[in-house]
């Protein structure tokens, strides 16, 4: 399907469930940073996802060129659609594509389009490590990046990686960023380090224990929520 039609079959399926009676506090829960159509999300997944399954197997260049399209149309709901789009087929992408899923996020960037997105990156991390050991050096450079928001995906990730995460950088990452006062790099430390602990328990309560007070209350909440 071509890109333009694909992106107008998206509106038409969206356009007539839109409602302004959500649209406002649709727009206030994101603090006013974003126009909506006022479709949650679990319409708005019913009326596009056949529309993503439909596709078969696109090829690389046509989703990160679709999703850049969506992601430039005003409404929020578009760019949910890209992250949708983008996390369905990311058996596409290689590692050569993460750069442009981080340039990506750093357009119109809050926390639920940058966390859709460190999910798509780490999928295709967590496949591009079984080839290419030094996969996730990509990670390393985002760790350092003066955007905040790329720190943030870099700390995230690898959530839901259990076995397969590098507990090494895992740890690292979350000492590194642990000095920031930033809300959502303490966050983010907090809820890499709670995912990893469903995996491990122990090895996430020996780290909070050993970083003290270096680890902000935030970080050290989120990190022992369900392990005391």
């Not at 509106?11 to 829960?29: C, F, I, K, T, V």
């Not at 006022?38 to 679709?66: F, H, K």
């Not at 996020?105 to 050991?133: E, F, I």
Request: hydrophobic share 50%.
């Amino acid at each position: 399907m071509k890109q333009q039609n694909f992106c107008a079959a998206v509106e038409a399926a969206l356009a007539p469930l839109g409602s302004d009676e959500r649209r406002a506090p649709m727009q206030a829960y994101m603090k006013g940073r974003f126009a909506f159509l006022g479709v949650q999300t679990p319409p708005r997944r019913a009326a596009t996802m056949p529309l993503i399954r439909a596709l078969g197997t696109p090829e690389s260049a046509w989703l990160l060129d679709t999703a850049a399209a969506l992601w430039q149309r005003p409404e929020r709901e578009y760019q949910y659609v890209a992250v949708d789009l983008l996390a369905r087929h990311h058996r596409q992408l290689r590692l050569e594509h993460v750069p442009a899923l981080l340039v990506l996020a750093r357009d119109k960037a809050w926390w639920d389009s940058v966390d859709g997105l460190a999910g798509v990156v780490g999928d295709v991390l967590r496949a591009a490590r079984r080839d290419t050991a030094a996969a996730q050096t990509v990670m390393d450079a985002a760790l350092v990046h003066a955007d905040f928001w790329l720190r943030r995906i870099a700390m995230l990730h690898q959530l839901g990686w259990r076995a397969d995460t590098d507990v090494g950088r895992l740890f690292d990452y979350a000492r590194r960023l642990a000095p920031e006062p930033e809300f959502f790099i303490r966050k983010a430390i907090g809820w890499a380090l709670r995912d990893y602990a469903r995996h491990d328990a122990a090895a996430v309560r020996g780290f909070v224990a050993q970083m003290g007070a270096a680890l902000s209350p935030l970080s050290r909440r989120e990190a022992m929520k369900h392990i005391g």
